[in-house]
Nanobody, 123 residues
């Protein structure tokens, strides 16, 4: 069972960026998915989570109104659209999943973690 995040890179403040996460197995289509991030020298932070069918979405306070999580179960993909990025969004972003179909509202309980993708936002 693997999750592979991609799409990170260097962007300027105010730009948009979309992260993608591919799941290795179709069983992941019934799992809630999420994104966490870890800024340099800081603890991991919840970013967003989405239920198995996309009906329920939760966001961390620092990204509400700027980031959007979505998923395409037919392609075993989950996405994070990042708009109006700020230097504080600089972090390694991790794709996560839980066997529960509905995520915790704060993203807790994610049993599966992929390797991260680095997003760097310059001012």
């Amino acid at each position: 069972v693997q999750l592979q995040a991609s799409g990170g890179g260097l962007v300027q403040a105010g730009d948009s960026l979309r992260l993608s996460c591919a799941a290795s197995e179709r069983t992941f289509s019934t799992y809630a998915k999420g994104w966490w991030r870890q800024p340099p020298g800081k603890e991991r932070e919840f970013v967003a989570a989405i239920s198995w069918n996309g009906d329920i979405k939760y966001y961390g306070d620092s990204v509400k109104g700027r980031f959007t999580i979505s998923r395409d179960n037919a392609r075993n993909m989950v996405y994070l659209q990042m708009n109006s990025v700020k230097p504080d969004d600089t972090a390694v972003y991790y794709c996560t999943a839980t066997e529960h179909g509905v995520p915790h509202s704060k993203g807790y309980g994610m049993a599966y973690w992929g390797k991260g993708t680095l997003v760097t936002v310059s001012s």
